[in-house]
């Protein structure tokens, strides 16, 4: 048994804990309580600051570390996108795992240790399942129409069935859909049930740009265009679907409790309603909207309705950093500049952080301290007198100093 000290502990199974401990025995939690109570310890590790659960980050694609650069080139999202489609082809397996590793490291770093990575190239799988994150890895389908789909399905899925015969970690495989806007509409069909088939689960984009939001209601706009440039023959080009894209994506079997969708910034309150009607949470990434001007995700309105949220950073294409916790500020400031009261504000942005990414990622031993959960935790040095909450929500982002992955603390 190794016991972790720490001034305040945050389980989100309950109350924050005074001088609380967390027990760890074989990578699983045994204890948590007060420290004065914690059982006889092999090994003890007194933190200073506030202990939570690792953090979960429910929307990134860690291949795209590398690709850093991006965040800061100014380019709008329709230029933006189609720089992947230039630089993807010239970038070698090695620099792919290079670019994963990165990421995690990364990670680790600022707390985190479960994730809903979109894997762009196969050789992403390679670092992620050697790690000892938890997780789910989504092989990702993009810029496929019905045409190309029957030449490549059998090959793609292949991916899916020999990633999952070899893979012992953690992290699971899954399936991203990429978007309503780069699929075929069979392909789009043909993933949902590929992945019911299989009993694995799905992460596409949802409701990310307004541009999204015309093309599948209406089969116009940039995304038209960047399709008809690229050769891709879409059946929602064709006038478009006339509904929202979360009522398209339900159309086409993405939502479900088996899902979580990454954005889910332009949802009215019929497409709100539709998620929790399916249970699916939605990852809100607010940073990587701002940079791409995508907009503002409705963070009052999903937390007034009673939405599944979790947090996710997006990649370092369009996200400054991989810390989850930097989002915490920037989503309660939206938060209240969209008329949320603010009351309980602070704890739901650590649970949606926490305990949602979990829910996004179909665990219930990751993102809590408690018996037998996964031990993995993350330690802040932030304010140890007031209310923790407020504390992490304002003080955590890029004040991670210790982090515990399956009961060990990672090298820093
Ligand atoms: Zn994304």
Same mark, same amino acid.
């Given at each position: ?42 090994? %003890? ?43 993807? $082809? ?6 792919? @795992? ?10 680790? &770093?600022?707390?985190? %240790? ?14 992620? +399942? ?98 008809? &440039? ?38 009215? @309150? ?5 998620? &929790?009607?399916?249970? %699916? ?34 990649? &370092?294409?369009?996200?400054?950093? +991989? ?5 915490? $500020? ?18 739901? +942005?650590?649970?949606?952080? %926490? ?14 301290? @408690? ?34 992955? @399956? ?6």
């Amino acid at each position: 048994m190794h016991v972790y000290t720490a001034p305040v502990v945050v389980p989100l199974a309950g109350d924050p804990i005074r001088e609380g401990a967390v027990g760890v025995d074989g990578g699983r939690i045994a204890y948590v309580g007060p420290a004065d109570g914690a059982p006889e310890a092999d090994e %003890t590790t007194a933190f200073t600051g506030v202990m939570t659960p690792g953090l979960v980050n429910a929307h990134t694609h860690l291949c795209y570390t590398a690709f850093a650069d991006m965040y800061g080139n100014e380019k709008e999202f329709f230029e933006w996108i189609q720089e992947f489609a230039r630089r993807n $082809p010239e970038t070698a397996d090695e620099a792919w @795992k290079a670019s994963v590793q990165e990421g995690i490291d990364e990670s680790l &770093r600022n707390g985190v %240790t479960a994730v809903a990575d979109i894997v762009t190239p196969a050789a992403g799988f390679a670092p992620l +399942l050697a790690s000892d994150l938890a997780g789910v890895a989504y092989w990702e389908a993009c810029f496929i129409d019905d045409a190309a789909w029957e030449v490549r399905r059998s090959a793609w899925r292949e991916v899916v069935t020999d990633t999952r015969a070899v893979n012992n970690s953690d992290v699971a495989v899954g399936i991203s859909p990429h978007t309503l806007y780069t699929l075929g509409t069979n392909v789009a069909k043909g993933l949902a049930e590929l992945a019911r088939t299989l009993d694995i689960r799905l992460h596409p984009h949802l409701a990310e740009t307004m541009h999204e939001d015309m093309f599948v209601r209406r089969g116009s706009g940039p995304f038209a265009f960047m399709n008809r &440039r690229a050769g891709l023959d879409l059946e929602l080009a064709d006038g478009g679907a006339g509904h929202s894209p979360a009522a398209q994506m339900d159309k086409v079997g993405w939502l479900g409790p088996d899902s979580h969708v990454a954005h889910g910034v332009h949802l009215d @309150k019929t497409d709100r309603e539709l998620l &929790r009607a399916k249970g %699916t949470a939605v990852a809100v990434c607010a940073r990587s909207n701002a940079r791409l001007e995508a907009g503002e995700p409705p963070v009052a309105a999903l937390r007034a309705e009673g939405n599944t949220v979790a947090v996710g950073t997006d990649s &370092r294409a369009s996200a400054p950093d +991989l810390d989850v916790a930097a989002e915490w $500020p920037v989503l309660r400031r939206l938060a209240l500049a969209q008329g949320d009261g603010g009351e309980g504000l602070n704890e739901w +942005l650590v649970r949606a952080a %926490t305990e949602g990414g979990a829910k996004a990622l179909g665990r219930d031993d990751i993102g809590v301290l @408690k018996e037998g959960a996964r031990a993995d935790l993350a330690v802040f040095d932030v304010d140890t007198d007031g209310d923790p909450y407020a504390a992490l929500v304002t003080g955590a982002a890029g004040n991670c100093t210790a982090t515990v992955l @399956k009961g060990r603390l990672t090298e820093r």
